[in-house]
């Protein structure tokens, strides 16, 4: 079983982020660098974590339309003209819809993470969601969702199943109390990864484990296993 850790960094330089990144690259499979946070951000800074980390490296700004501005905006649209024919990863949510559009009229070749995110509740049209996704051909779907009970924590592991079965790379993830159980059983059925911060302060979501934490657990589930199969 291949767990893929990724390290969410959140900090206010290219420094700190880079301090982050020399760290803990090589304990982590993915590493997400929060790109509105850094007061001194330019485009050099992006070209240099882009050519040391590849493929493992997932970037982002605010979710959504929270920090829309002019500035924002044209920042982001060179963003994507950046990102042309890299190998890193965009994160994109769904709401963001100028950015997917220009994405598409301007036929982008982007590895992208199209996500949608609800931090009130589970909604009953996570399929409809998913529909939605499916015009910006993503090379990753993902949905993040605050569960406000058992049930809602088990509509989204019916619908990682689901996309497991359409062979659809996804990340799938409850936040908050109960949406803990989906960060543990989705990593296992097939999330392409796991946000697993070093310190819980470090959490970029509600209701992620540090990395000790879920290392912990899966090595518990593991020798259940072990132990049953051995019966």
Partial sequence: MKINYCLPIIKNSKKEVLDTIAKYRNEYQYIE????????????????????????LIILFSRGKKMQNNNLHERKLSLLDLLDGEK????????EEDELTYLRKKQLKIRTII???????????????????DIYHPTIYKIATMCENETDALKLLLLQQNLRTQNKKHIVLGMGEFGTITRVYATLWGNELIYAPKLSSEQSALGQLTKNQLENIFKQLNSKHEIRNSK
Wanted: no cysteine; proline share 4%.
């Fill in 88 to 95: 890193s990863f965009l994160d994109l949510d769904i709401s």
């Fill in 115 to 133: 996500s949608y995110h609800n931090y009130k509740e589970t909604p009953v049209n996570l399929s409809e969601i998913i529909k939605e996704i």
């Fill in 33 to 56: 660098v929060w790109l509105n946070p850094i007061i001194d951000l330019d485009n050099q800074f992006i070209n240099k974590i882009t050519y040391m980390l590849q493929d493992k």
